[in-house]
């Protein structure tokens, strides 16, 4: 690790002024520091900001402040009565002890678990732009099959922003131009050719909050994640499904994927596959094969396609069975 400025804020409006690289929990900053990822020259701590509440919005909707503490989040009443996909897919994410340090925002922003970005002996074009993505040709077990490009095939690793993204969440930042809302499905940027640039944020804007919208009457939720061992282990494939389902025939469905895609994947080709169907087997299976349609396996990931297409039709059986 190299040195740096350390420095704290105490307002949101200090941090935002500070132009320095914000820590919170620091579960992925200081890791990566470590490794000599991530070299910032200020590191500035926002723990003190009054960014930790999760209030009720008008309307029935939920404001989560970006301080939040995964945990904090995870067992909520209203999240866990309401958007029960979110509290699952926090629960199902690292440890307690990491989810009592992680945040909202910091968990929006972690960074790839990509072997070759975590090592620096490796070229990488999301840690050095130009030198060159050691997995197109390397173990590319567990990179993404959806996004990827002749650059980047890196997953995103957050299993929270999957089912937010399920949940259209808008994320809120403020800037030295004021502040921004942004629909999560635009917050994230698939790696074209500057993978290096992984969401909308401008230097020194600051994530203050994520807002969820009221769930309509009836919809019921779940996160399914799929991975290598129960604990402690990084998704090969996820599907957070939120559906609304009336009559026996489903109403409205959002549908993401974590695992298989350069970005939390948002798959609308396997919504409208639903839309005004049966909630049954045949129409989960034709959503999962129209959600992997655009698929690109690499030499050693393309059993995801497979088993996220699984994921999806076990995510459906869930909230449909009792429907």
């Not at 080709?269 to 094969?289: C, H, I, T, Y």
Request: net charge positive; proline share 5%.
């Amino acid at each position: 690790m190299e040195t740096f400025r350390y420095s704290q804020a105490r307002t949101v409006e200090g941090a935002v002024r500070s132009s320095g690289t914000f820590i919170a929990g620091g579960t992925t900053l200081v890791d990566l520091m470590k490794l000599d990822v991530m070299k910032p020259q200020t590191v500035v701590d926002i723990n003190a900001l009054p960014l930790d509440r999760i209030e009720p919005l008008p309307g029935g909707g939920l404001r989560i402040g970006a301080m939040v503490r995964n945990s904090d989040l995870a067992n909520n009443d209203a999240v866990r009565q309401k958007y029960a996909v979110l509290s699952e897919a926090l629960l199902s994410g690292a440890s307690p002890q990491l989810r009592n340090m992680a945040t909202t925002g910091g968990n929006l922003l972690q960074r790839t678990r990509c072997y070759y970005f975590r090592d620096i002996n490796y070229p990488c074009n999301k840690r050095k732009p130009g030198s060159g993505c050691a997995a197109l040709d390397g173990y590319n077990r567990i990179h993404a099959v959806l996004g990827g490009s002749e650059h980047c095939v890196a997953t995103h690793p957050s299993d929270m922003a999957v089912a937010m993204m399920a949940l259209e969440a808008t994320v809120h930042t403020r800037g030295a131009k004021g502040e921004r809302s942004i629909a999560l499905d635009e917050f994230y940027l698939v790696p074209g050719s500057t993978p290096d640039r992984e969401n909308v944020l401008v230097p020194g804007e600051l994530i203050t909050h994520v807002s969820l919208p009221a769930p309509a009457s009836g919809t019921r939720s779940h996160y399914l994640k799929l991975r290598d061992r129960a604990q402690y282990e990084f998704a090969l494939a996820s599907a957070a499904a939120v559906v609304e389902v009336s009559g026996g025939k489903i109403q409205r469905a959002r549908i993401a994927l974590g695992g298989v895609g350069t970005k939390p994947w948002r798959s609308r080709e396997a919504e409208q596959a639903l839309q005004g169907q049966e909630a049954n087997g045949s129409v989960f299976r034709k959503a999962a094969d129209a959600a992997m349609d655009g698929a690109k396996p690499l030499a050693n990931n393309g059993f995801k396609i497979e088993l996220a297409k699984r994921a999806i039709v076990r995510a459906l059986e869930v909230t449909t069975q009792t429907a």
